[in-house]
């Protein structure tokens, strides 16, 4: 059975707690990503930074220069490296939560994502067909 660490994404980019909000906004778009870790300078995780925050508390052009411990969920549901993708897709589900830390220690060491879900959905259809 395939474990997080098959399909999460290792070393995921991140921000630190006094870093801008401008700063989330521009690398969402040009990551192409919804979700930023946000860890202290020596790599501990303590939050996360989701799109949906940025809309809801970025509305105006004055806020961006706060930092995005401001804005920042600090109760995070996370997953080992070595849980079974079956519980994780649980507490996605479950949880109604688009990403989930994948920490080791205090340290972030990866993260999956809904759309690493839909990305193993499709592999594994591609692969009952052919």
């Given at each position: 059975m395939k474990t997080a660490a098959?399909?999460?994404?290792?070393?995921?980019?991140c921000l630190y707690v006094e870093d801008p909000l401008e700063e989330a906004w521009q690398l969402m778009r040009k990551r192409s990503i919804r979700h930023i870790p946000i860890t202290k300078?020596?790599?501990?995780?303590?939050?996360?930074v989701t799109h949906?925050?940025?809309?809801?508390n970025a509305q105006y052009t004055?806020?961006?220069?706060?930092?995005v411990a401001e804005i920042m969920d600090t109760n995070l549901i996370t997953v080992q490296d070595d849980e079974n993708l079956i519980d994780v897709a649980l507490k996605l589900y479950d949880r109604k939560v688009g990403c989930l830390p994948v920490p080791h220690g205090e340290d972030l060491v990866g993260i999956i994502t809904s759309g690493d879900f839909v990305a193993l959905a499709k592999k594994l259809l591609e692969e009952s067909e052919g």
């Open positions: 098959e399909v999460m994404t290792a070393n995921p980019v300078k020596d790599g501990t995780l303590v939050g996360l949906r925050n940025l809309l809801v004055s806020q961006l220069t706060l930092p």
